[in-house]
């Protein structure tokens, strides 16, 4: 979830230069990836009353730990 503009300006800038980052994926379900990704692509859709929806593409860059919950 994006909070501010500054986590949106942050991974639009790991998008564009292809960085590969540690991140922790947490679902409603409680289960967790966690592992290094490369960040691939970031679309928006639905602009309505200031509120969007974000897709995010993350493809590995190596182990990746898993935690049922």
């Known amino acids: 979830?994006?909070?501010?503009?500054?986590?949106?300006?942050l991974f639009q800038t790991k998008v564009m230069t292809a960085a590969v980052?540690?991140?922790?994926?947490?679902?409603?379900s409680g289960d967790v990836f966690t592992g290094s990704f490369q960040a691939t692509t970031l679309d928006y859709a639905g602009d309505h009353n200031g509120?969007?929806?974000?897709?995010?593409r993350l493809e590995s860059s190596g182990p990746v730990s898993f935690v049922a919950a």
């Open 21 to 28: 980052s540690q991140y922790r994926i947490q679902f409603e």
């Open 51 to 56: 509120e969007r929806t974000y897709a995010l």
């Open 1 to 9: 979830v994006f909070t501010d503009s500054a986590a949106e300006a």
